[in-house]
C-alpha cells in the first residue's frame, strides 16, 4: 500500500505565504516524479507543479516566479513553497507521485488525499 499524506495548507491573506509538505510512505522502491496538482470548486484538477528525480522542474504559467517545488528523495516527500497568493490561488491541492512499488516494474500514480488552500483578498 502506498501513501501520500499532504501537511500545510490553511488560510492567508493575498500576498501571503504558505508551504506545503507531502510524504509518501509504505510500499515504495523508488518515486519517479513528484508533484502538486490542484483542484478549485467547479473546476477540472491541474498540475501546478512536478518535479522529477534528477531535479528538473515544471510550472503551470499561473504559478511561476511564485511558487517552488524542490524534494527529498532520501525522505521520499516533496515541498511546495507558494508566495504571494492570490484569490485564485484557493483549491484542495493534491500531492502526486509516479511510483515504483518494487523494482523492475512501471511506476503507477499516486495522488493524496488532498489539502485545502485558501486565500483572501
Known amino acids: 500500500q502506498v501513501q501520500l499524506v499532504e501537511s500545510g495548507g490553511g488560510s492567508v491573506q493575498a500576498g501571503g505565504s504558505l508551504r506545503l509538505s507531502c510524504e509518501g510512505s509504505g510500499r515504495i522502491f523508488s518515486i519517479e516524479d513528484m508533484g502538486w496538482y490542484r483542484q478549485a470548486p467547479g473546476k477540472q484538477r491541474t498540475m501546478v507543479a512536478i518535479i522529477s528525480r534528477s531535479g528538473s522542474t515544471k510550472y503551470d504559467d499561473s504559478v511561476k516566479d511564485r511558487f517552488t517545488i524542490s524534494r527529498d528523495i532520501a525522505k521520499n516527500t516533496v515541498y511546495l513553497q507558494m508566495n504571494s497568493l492570490k484569490p485564485e490561488d484557493t483549491a484542495v491541492y493534491y500531492c502526486?507521485?509516479?511510483?515504483?512499488?518494487?523494482?523492475?516494474?512501471?511506476?503507477?500514480?499516486?495522488y493524496g488525499r488532498g489539502t485545502q488552500v485558501t486565500v483572501s483578498s
Open positions: 502526486y507521485g509516479a511510483v515504483r512499488p518494487i523494482p523492475s516494474t512501471l511506476p503507477g500514480d499516486y
